[in-house]
């Protein structure tokens, strides 16, 4: 993997509710940085050497690692390595999608609670909340929840299926993620007939994704907002999250200040994660993907420990 790590210069001197503008208002200060203290007391602490360490020795043992890292004060480049490089992200390709549920509900295209019936016939059994419930149809707005907090599959493949393939694949283009793609449905098992792979993407443009939806950037302020709102609910808090200390099932409004939003994908030999993180000193946004021969339980370990190591690495560089 090559990799670049670098620091930051010193300064020189919708949309549907109270809790979307929380979350955009959080956003927009995050993003601005004027509540933080001085940064300088943290600047020794910037190497990323620990995370680097991690990631060189995946790589040595035949992994696959990309990881991009940015601050969102200075819109600068902390740490990079192989981020061009599309590869498999699984979960983390339902970001695009709710971003264009998202916009569709903001068009007024889209009825929130139009009442979705689950595809039994194509009902993936392996994972997810709703097909261990009980209701056969949620309304649309629901299944944005689930497929955000919990990665729901089913409720990704409704969603992908009410707004469209192509409108997704268009949205992508347009937010300038022309090496990233949705490509299938969620599936349990993948025949010669289907795409490889649920979704691919790189570091790079996942990083930036997150740091546009913080900026509110991603379509207009109102879809940045519900966006950033759904995904705010994510449980998954195992990965880079883990060095958070957040309550996994309800982090919105930390009572230290910590702003984290966060989107993991889950696969047979493949691990994502893309987010943002925001502390008093600083807000990064990062994305972090690795693809490994999943051999053994040691072998799984050891890339969760290094999505954990990064999440140690961004809390030193934030706080």
């Excluded at 339902?94 to 929130?112: C, K, R």
């Excluded at 268009?170 to 937010?175: E, N, V, Y």
Aim: with cysteine; glycine share 8%; proline share 5%.
């Amino acid at each position: 993997m090559s990799s670049h790590s670098g620091q930051a210069p010193e300064p020189s001197d919708s949309a549907s509710g109270a809790p979307v503008e929380e979350i955009a208002t959080a956003s927009r200060r995050s993003h601005r940085g004027s509540r933080r203290t001085p940064r300088r007391a943290a600047v020794g602490r910037r190497s990323f050497s620990p995370t680097l360490r991690a990631l060189e020795e995946l790589a040595q043992a035949g992994a696959q690692v990309s990881v991009h890292v940015t601050d969102l004060d200075t819109e600068r480049t902390v740490l990079a390595g192989d981020d061009h490089v599309p590869l498999p992200i699984a979960g983390l390709g339902v970001v695009p999608v709710l971003v264009e549920t998202a916009a569709a509900l903001d068009a007024g295209t889209m009825d929130p609670l139009l009442i979705v019936d689950r595809a039994e016939d194509e009902l993936v059994a392996g994972s997810g909340l709703w097909r261990n419930l009980r209701a056969p149809a949620l309304p649309m707005i629901d299944l944005a929840v689930l497929a955000a907090a919990t990665g729901d599959p089913n409720a990704a493949n409704a969603l992908l299926d009410a707004v469209g393939h192509d409108q997704v694949r268009s949205r992508m283009i347009s937010l300038g993620m022309p090496r990233s793609a949705v490509l299938d449905h969620f599936r349990d098992r993948r025949g010669p007939d289907d795409a490889p792979h649920v979704a691919v993407g790189t570091t790079r443009e996942f990083a930036t994704l997150f740091a546009a939806l913080v900026n509110s950037a991603v379509v207009d302020a109102g879809v940045s907002a519900q966006v950033s709102e759904w995904l705010s609910l994510n449980h998954d808090l195992s990965l880079v999250g883990a060095s958070t200390g957040l309550d996994p099932f309800a982090h919105e409004h930390d009572a230290h200040g910590l702003l984290f939003i966060n989107k993991t994908g889950r696969d047979r030999g493949v691990r994502a994660e893309a987010g943002v993180l925001a502390g008093p000193r600083a807000g990064v946004a990062y994305a972090l993907t690795v693809c490994f021969d999943d051999l053994s339980i040691s072998h799984r370990l050891r890339a969760h420990d290094a999505f954990r190591t990064l999440g140690t690495d961004l809390m030193e560089y934030t706080h």
